[in-house]
């Protein structure tokens, strides 16, 4: 005999504790209002802010980051707000230093400044400043309910679902038809590589590397991250496999096969499909955001 499922006691507001309820009243609102994080990082790396407080020497009083930004009078009360919420959220650190509020870089301000010095190259302002990138977001997770009210395989394959339901076609084939939407998303992700190489060469490139003859960075977008393993370990063959279109516009940018402009750091391009092929070699690469995404059903 089937055992009978345990009776639910239904949850009534009536018997949770005042103060649990607006507990949870707060998580709702902070939930649905979780963009403005994003909204402020995003002004702030717009108004320049991490680039000014490294240009003061690491640190930077609230009159200071005024002057520096020539933010309007009538603006300027609400400069320490902005600041404030950065600081909960660790992008800066606020706190008095003789008697003023000063505000101090973290590690992930570090990474939003322009200056390669500070950060190696891998500044993810841009990425984090980008309208496109921010809008094809949007775009695809505001109608995510609608995506799981839908049938997939109607609305086109494979790629990101959420941006799939709102384009009608996975991102690859978006950026595929559209130049300047792929190499600006290349542009970005190379400076986000540009970080990610720095660490991997750091933590594992000899171990990795050292012994290898060949390597293939799969979907390696630019060749930034295959760029960044050939200057360190010249002796390795690398090569990035990409989509026929991803080729084609670093061919262009580059004015010839897809190797560094100046012809130091060599790099073979292959155009192709993951899914079909991937060349041989004794490391394979695949620095990819969403490989579940890549993979079709
Ligand atoms: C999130 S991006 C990462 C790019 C690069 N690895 C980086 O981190 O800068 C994913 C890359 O995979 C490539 N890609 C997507 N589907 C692919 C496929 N089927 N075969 C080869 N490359 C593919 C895209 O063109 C894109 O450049």
Same mark, same amino acid.
């Given at each position: 005999?089937? @055992?009978?499922p345990?009776q639910?006691?239904v949850? !009534?507001r009536?018997?949770i504790p005042s103060e649990?309820?607006?507990q949870a009243?707060?998580?709702i609102?902070?939930l649905?209002?979780?963009y $403005?994080?994003?909204?402020?990082?995003?002004?702030?790396?717009k108004?320049?802010?991490?680039?000014?407080?490294?240009? !003061?020497?690491?640190?930077?009083?609230?009159?200071?980051?005024?002057?520096?930004?020539?933010?309007?009078e009538?603006?300027?009360p609400?400069?320490?707000?902005l600041?404030?919420?950065l600081?909960?959220?660790?992008?800066f650190?606020?706190?008095?230093e003789?008697?003023?509020?000063?505000?101090?870089?973290?590690?992930?301000?570090l990474?939003?400044v322009?200056?390669?010095?500070?950060n190696?190259g891998a500044?993810?302002?841009e990425y984090?400043? !980008?309208?496109?990138?921010?809008s094809d977001?949007?775009?695809?997770?505001?109608?995510?309910?609608?995506?799981?009210?839908?049938?997939?395989?109607?609305?086109?394959?494979?790629?990101?679902?959420?941006? $799939?339901?709102a384009?009608?076609?996975?991102?690859?084939?978006?950026?595929g038809?559209?130049?300047e939407? !792929?190499?600006?998303f290349?542009e970005?992700?190379?400076?986000d590589?540009?970080?990610?190489?720095?660490?991997?060469?750091r933590e594992?490139?000899g171990?990795v590397?050292?012994? @290898?003859?060949?390597?293939v960075?799969?979907?390696?977008?630019?060749?930034?991250?295959?760029?960044?393993?050939?200057?360190?370990f010249?002796h390795?063959?690398c090569?990035?496999?990409?989509l026929?279109?991803?080729?084609?516009?670093v061919?262009?940018?580059?004015g010839g096969?897809g190797?560094?402009?100046?012809?130091?750091?060599?790099?073979?391009?292959?155009?192709?499909?993951?899914?079909?092929?991937?060349?041989?070699?004794?490391?394979?690469?695949?620095?990819?955001?969403?490989?579940?995404?890549?993979?079709?059903?």
């Amino acid at each position: 005999m089937a @055992a009978h499922p345990k009776q639910q006691v239904v949850p !009534s507001r009536a018997a949770i504790p005042s103060e649990e309820l607006i507990q949870a009243q707060a998580e709702i609102w902070c939930l649905s209002s979780a963009y $403005v994080k994003s909204m402020a990082l995003r002004c702030a790396v717009k108004l320049g802010i991490p680039d000014a407080i490294h240009r !003061s020497g690491g640190a930077a009083t609230l009159p200071g980051l005024l002057a520096a930004l020539s933010i309007p009078e009538a603006r300027q009360p609400h400069l320490s707000r902005l600041m404030r919420l950065l600081a909960t959220l660790g992008i800066f650190t606020e706190a008095k230093e003789g008697g003023v509020v000063c505000y101090r870089l973290t590690p992930a301000s570090l990474l939003l400044v322009h200056d390669a010095g500070a950060n190696g190259g891998a500044c993810l302002s841009e990425y984090v400043a !980008s309208a496109t990138a921010l809008s094809d977001s949007l775009m695809a997770y505001l109608r995510l309910d609608e995506w799981f009210r839908s049938d997939v395989s109607a609305s086109g394959g494979g790629g990101s679902p959420a941006f $799939v339901m709102a384009y009608g076609m996975d991102y690859w084939a978006a950026a595929g038809r559209d130049a300047e939407r !792929s190499a600006s998303f290349h542009e970005l992700m190379g400076s986000d590589s540009r970080l990610v190489a720095q660490v991997v060469l750091r933590e594992c490139g000899g171990e990795v590397f050292g012994g @290898a003859a060949a390597m293939v960075d799969v979907g390696g977008g630019d060749g930034t991250m295959a760029r960044a393993v050939k200057t360190a370990f010249p002796h390795v063959r690398c090569s990035v496999l990409e989509l026929p279109h991803v080729v084609e516009g670093v061919r262009a940018a580059t004015g010839g096969g897809g190797d560094d402009d100046d012809g130091a750091v060599e790099v073979e391009f292959v155009a192709g499909d993951m899914m079909d092929h991937i060349p041989a070699a004794d490391v394979v690469l695949l620095k990819v955001r969403d490989v579940v995404d890549l993979v079709k059903p």
